[in-house]
C-alpha cells in the first residue's frame, strides 16, 4: 500500500471556464460590442440604402435601355430612336427632326437615362429604407408602374411635349413595359446589394 505521502499525483483540474451571462441584445444586432449570434437584420442608413438603389437603377437602366432599343427595332424605328428622344430633354427638338443616327444626341441620352435611372434607383432604395424590402420585387413592379404614368402623361407633356408625342405613338410595350421592366430588375438587384 501506498503511504500519504506517496499518493498518485492528482491531476491538476482545468479551470472551468466561468459561466457569463449574456448580454442583452442591444440596437442593431449587436451584443456587447460583438454581432449577436442571431440573425438580426442590420439597421439601414439612409445613404446606403440610397446607395444600394442606386447602383440597382444603374443596372436596371442598362436593362431598360436595351429594352427600349429592341422594343424600337421592332417597331421599324432605328435602335438609337429612344436615346434621341431622351437627348430632347436638353438639346430641344432638334434630333427629332431626322432619324438619322446623330452621335451627340445618342450620347447625350444615354447619358441624361442613366443619370436619371440611377436618381431613381435611389429614391426607391430611401422609400424602401423606410418600410422594409419583403416585397421588393412587387413593390418595383408598382414603382414602375408609377413611373410610367408619371412620365407618359405628366414630365413628358410638360418638359418636352413634340417628345411626348413621339412616346404616345409608340406601342404599349415599348416605353410603358419598359419601366416595368427597370421597375421589376430594381425590385430584384436592391435586396442583392442592400446586403453588402
Request: net charge negative; no cysteine; glycine share 12%.
Amino acid at each position: 500500500m501506498m503511504s500519504e505521502e506517496q499518493e498518485e499525483p492528482k491531476e491538476e483540474e482545468e479551470p472551468k471556464e466561468e459561466e457569463q451571462p449574456v448580454p442583452e441584445v442591444e440596437e442593431a444586432g449587436r451584443v456587447g460590442g460583438a454581432v449577436a449570434a442571431e440573425r438580426v437584420m442590420p439597421v439601414v442608413t439612409a445613404g446606403s440604402a440610397i446607395g444600394a438603389g442606386s447602383l440597382a437603377g444603374l443596372i436596371a437602366g442598362i436593362v431598360q435601355a436595351i429594352w427600349l432599343m429592341i422594343a424600337a427595332t421592332a417597331t421599324g424605328a432605328p435602335a438609337w430612336g429612344p436615346l434621341k428622344v431622351i437627348s430632347t430633354m436638353v438639346l430641344g427638338v432638334g434630333p427629332l427632326q431626322t432619324p438619322a443616327f446623330e452621335a451627340g444626341a445618342v450620347v447625350t441620352g444615354a447619358i441624361l437615362h442613366l443619370v436619371i435611372m440611377v436618381l431613381l434607383g435611389g429614391l426607391f432604395g430611401l422609400i424602401l429604407s423606410r418600410i422594409g424590402m419583403g416585397l421588393s420585387v412587387l413593390l418595383g413592379l408598382v414603382y414602375g408602374l408609377i413611373l410610367w404614368v408619371l412620365s407618359q402623361y405628366v414630365v413628358w407633356p410638360v418638359i418636352q411635349p413634340d417628345a411626348a408625342a413621339v412616346i404616345s405613338r409608340s406601342p404599349w410595350w415599348g416605353p410603358g413595359l419598359s419601366l416595368l421592366v427597370y421597375g421589376l430588375v430594381l425590385g430584384l438587384l436592391y435586396p442583392l446589394f442592400r446586403s453588402r
